[in-house]
């Protein structure tokens, strides 16, 4: 089957992203935009149009509308994800050989342009789930205790980032963790990848947004939590920590020469869709409705796990002996696509779409897997083996220019890693170059492959 036979398939849901659930939630212009004859839109920068850093055109135009919109000093576009726009703000907070302040369930992008730049990164530890097997959101004084420089001995941090929300929506009171950051003189990085759509919720009990808590940097991810197109992500910025002219030439620094217009347009769209008085109002159904479906299917003893973000249904599987991946083949020889299998849950994502039938359609299949006979296991969580701030032993760019071996993973143990090990979703990486194989990381690696036989014979690049 070729690549576009297959764009053509149909599932019965797809609980996954991008969140406009394969187009009936995109904005109005853009769904008319793609019915003009097919590839006529697809438009070079030409002078009306500019591009995201160019002084002229509607691009510009359009940004700075939305930077007058929320108040913010400017913002930019994105066509390479969020991944691109969060290594141009890594960029323009941190300069090569200085040090940046890094949540364990940092995205991989990050660590890559750490890699590529030599910034070096301290990982801080966050708190962790015995049920979900998640990391929690974090608190003001678990921060404050990171950032006390006894712990950090006195090293100068260039920056942080706060990943907010999760990427399975739990989410941390942002604003206190912000202000705290700028009291130590630390820029802020936040990437809310998975809250972009908070931004225009402010009255409807949903996480704040880090636009709006003053964040130096906030980086959102269109395609996933907003009805943008894949690829679609913007970065806002405010205050004069970092320097706008320095942002700018990190994006020009990292950006494609041709950026797709339709991608642009898919920016605008989206942002503007959700400015709309009838469209919002469409959204806030949305959201009520996903509200409706958490305490319908728990009411119906589906075991869920509550989260900040409405729209994503987190299936606690570990509860009942299925581990999350088994699940998902179980759902998705179904016709029912989640977005995230992990050990102990599977996540589905509603997108913007009405959901109708959800529940009894949802209720009934996870009863079926239930009482299809599968084979049960104990199943429990396993911590992160990381103490609370860890700095590689070797800079990440240094050991991936060392000649490296390859290796077993279980003889890995007390080598430094060469390799990002780093499973998608969710794209946190659980080994990074430079950091060592300690025997409690190696062990942890091997119990997560729950089916055993991937990870035994896993090989990993060690110096
Ligand atoms: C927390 C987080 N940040 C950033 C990204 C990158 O987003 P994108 O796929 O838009 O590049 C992801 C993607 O999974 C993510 O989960």
């Known amino acids: 089957m070729s690549i576009s036979s297959f764009l053509r398939k149909k599932f019965s849901r797809s609980l996954f992203f991008p969140a406009h659930n394969r187009g009936q939630a995109l904005p109005k212009k853009l769904v008319q935009l793609l019915r003009e004859d097919p590839g006529f839109w ?15 055109g509607l691009i510009k135009d359009s940004q700075d509308y939305f930077a007058k919109k929320f108040a913010v000093k400017s913002c930019w576009f994105g066509v390479n994800g969020a991944s691109g726009l969060l290594q141009s703000a890594i960029l323009s907070m941190a300069n ?12 991989i992008s ?32 678990w921060l404050k205790k ?43 990085l936040v990437d809310e990848a998975h809250g972009s759509y908070f931004l225009f919720c402010e009255d409807y009990d949903l996480p704040n947004s880090a ?32 320097d706008k002219n320095k942002i700018a030439r990190k994006i020009n620094l990292l950006q494609t020469t041709s950026p797709n217009s339709l991608l642009i347009a898919s920016c605008e769209e989206s942002i503007k869709d959700w400015l709309k008085k009838d469209s919002l109002e469409k959204y806030k159904k949305r959201i009520n ?54 050990t102990m849950t599977l996540t589905f994502c509603l997108g913007f779409v009405e959901q109708t039938n959800f529940i009894d359609m949802f209720e009934h299949l996870w009863k079926s897997l239930l009482s299809s006979g599968l084979e049960r296991k104990e199943l429990k969580p396993i911590r992160p083996p990381f103490s609370l701030i ?34 998608y979703p969710p794209g946190i990486p659980l080994v990074i170059p430079g950091e060592r194989m300690e025997k409690e990381r190696v062990d942890w690696l091997i119990k997560q492959g729950l089916t055993g036989e991937n990870l035994l014979d896993f090989y990993i690049n060690v110096l």
């Open 146 to 188: 990171i950032l006390d420089e006894n712990l950090l001995n006195n090293l100068k941090i260039a920056g942080i980032v706060l990943v907010n929300p999760h990427y399975q929506g739990y989410s941390c009171e942002i604003k206190p963790l912000v202000d705290l950051c700028h009291q130590f003189k630390i820029p802020v």
């Open 96 to 107: 090569s050989g200085e040090y940046i302040l890094l949540p364990r369930n940092i995205h």
């Open 211 to 242: 636009v709006k808590a003053n964040a130096d940097l906030v980086v959102h991810s269109l395609h996933k939590s907003l009805n943008g197109l894949t690829q679609t992500a913007m970065l806002w910025h405010q205050g004069n920590i970092v």
């Open 390 to 423: 860890q700095i590689p032993e070797i800079t990440p760019s240094e050991s991936l220019l060392r000649d490296s071996e390859k290796v077993n993973i279980k003889q890995s143990i007390g080598r430094i890693s060469a390799d990002i090990i780093c499973p």
């Open 42 to 56: 697809d438009l070079p920068e030409l002078p009306e149009l500019g591009s995201t850093f160019s002084n002229f």
């Open 289 to 342: 409705q996903a509200r409706n479906i958490y305490h319908e299917l728990v009411s119906r003893d589906v075991p869920l796990i509550k989260t900040d973000d409405p729209l994503k249904i987190i299936l606690n599987t570990g509860f009942h002996g299925i581990d999350g991946f088994t699940a998902d083949e179980f759902f998705y020889k179904k016709g029912v696509i989640a977005e995230l299998p992990e």
């Open 110 to 141: 990050v660590i890559k342009i750490c890699i590529v730049a030599n910034i070096i990164p301290i990982f801080f530890d966050l708190e962790f789930s015995e049920i979900s097997g998640h990391y929690l959101p974090i608190k003001k004084d």
